[in-house]
């Protein structure tokens, strides 16, 4: 196969190795609702129309991370530099077995024969980006006919999204047949209050629907820090308050997701250690910490569990 590593896109930042170890024990069954993997590139290769090419963030990288960390268990999102190729994904849900389980791309002429393989692997919805520089066009026809299709599988929808398009996009996810999932809390722009009207409309959007939040990435969301680096346990402080009241509002559909490796940092690479003991910030109590962490994933990815 073509040695695609020699491509890597410039400026990319390469993972943190060797994270600090948290100082915040994880409840027992702790789920990491936000993680990726990449490659490697030789054995799963990248998507022809990727507009990125990463560094290899393997199957074995990320289950290191995870038992370092003390996290229970995965949800791996299918990264966007392998397209609807989910072959990736599917051997990594394989070799964690029931530690993990999946959310894939998928295109609306898949096969029912592909969807059922995808869920007997472990997958339980599907992603969509309608950040506007990451996208062509919003896919809101693809997400019509795949949304029908997965409704009879019980899987969900994740949406990714930036806040200021909420307001054309918010009546048609209400619309879709199937539970939504919010990634990195619609990223909010840290800048303005968190009692404002923009962030105000995420939280009506949310409790007015079928809507679950990850309080992820705060990493990407940050304006003035400090970052997760050099021993600093009271990191992003800027965004604290907008994960602690999506967490405090709405307790029982919030997520939480490292985005190990964090494709497409420019600033800086977070130390995934630190950010585990960023969690009791926004989740503030062990009852908000258990259900983000273990009841709330439970319930989505796990249902047979939860009773």
Known sequence: ??????????????????????????????????????????????????RYTPVDASKHDLFALRDRLGITRNVIV?????????SALVDALHTAGDRARGVATVRPDVSEQELRRLHDAGVRGVRFNF????????????LVTIARRIAPLGWHVVLYFEAPDLADLETFFASLPVPLVIDHMGRPDITRSPDGPE????????????????????????????????????????????????????TDRALWGTDWPHPNLKNHMPDDGLLIDHIPHVATTPTRQQALLVDNPRHLYWPEEAG
């Open 78 to 86: 299918q990264a966007t530099c392998h397209g609807a190729d989910n």
């Open 1 to 50: 196969m073509t040695d695609q590593t020699s491509a890597i896109t410039p400026g990319w930042l390469d993972w943190y190795r060797g994270p600090t170890e948290p100082t915040f024990a994880l409840p027992a069954g702790a789920v990491d609702a936000h993680c990726h993997v990449f490659g490697p590139a030789a054995e799963f290769p990248f998507a022809a129309e990727r």
């Open 199 to 250: 962030f105000a409309r995420f939280l009506r959007f949310v409790e007015a629907n079928d809507v679950w939040v990850k309080v992820s990435c705060p990493e990407r969301l940050t304006v003035t820090g400090p970052p997760a680096l050099d021993g600093e346990r009271h990191a992003y402080r800027d965004v604290v308050p907008f994960a602690r009241k999506v967490v405090d509002e709405f």
């Open 131 to 142: 950040v506007r520089r990451l996208v062509d066009a919003a896919p809101t026809e693809a």
